[in-house]
Nanobody
Framework: QVQLVESGGGLVQAGGSLRLSCAAS????????MGWFRQAPGKEREIVATISRFGATIRYAESVKGRFTISRDNAKNTAYLQMNSLKPEETAVYYCAANHLYTSLAREAYDYWGQGTQVTVSS
């Protein structure tokens, strides 16, 4: 089992920044590809970014390219999502997820999920 705990969400004005963290425990963190997803009210959960086990492969949703940065620190068992130039339509619950050995853009591929952290972007 892998336990994931997100933190760093909150209320920010449009154009502002937040840095989300995802602390992992329970298994060897570097055995897992990590993903960040988000779910807005009434919408499906969507991919934001993924990062491979040692950070060599990173992918972003088109909508966040150039503004968001995913990273990880395997020594600290933590993944991060730096979000800049936030928009009101990006208000959502943000989740991190772990996939054993691989990364995927599909939420169904992920084995473990955190409880989510709320990000609210005011206009």
């Amino acid at each position: 089992q892998v336990q994931l705990v997100e933190s760093g969400g909150g209320l920010v004005q449009a154009g502002g920044s937040l840095r989300l963290s995802c602390a992992a425990s329970g298994r060897t963190f570097s055995d897992y590809g990590m993903g960040w997803f988000r779910q807005a009210p009434g919408k499906e959960r969507e991919i934001v970014a993924t990062i491979s086990r040692f950070g060599a492969t990173i992918r972003y949703a088109e909508s966040v390219k150039g503004r968001f940065t995913i990273s990880r620190d395997n020594a600290k068992n933590t993944a991060y999502l730096q979000m800049n130039s936030l928009k009101p339509e990006e208000t959502a619950v943000y989740y991190c997820a772990a996939n054993h050995l691989y990364t995927s853009l599909a939420r169904e591929a992920y084995d473990y999920w955190g409880q989510g952290t709320q990000v609210t972007v005011s206009s």
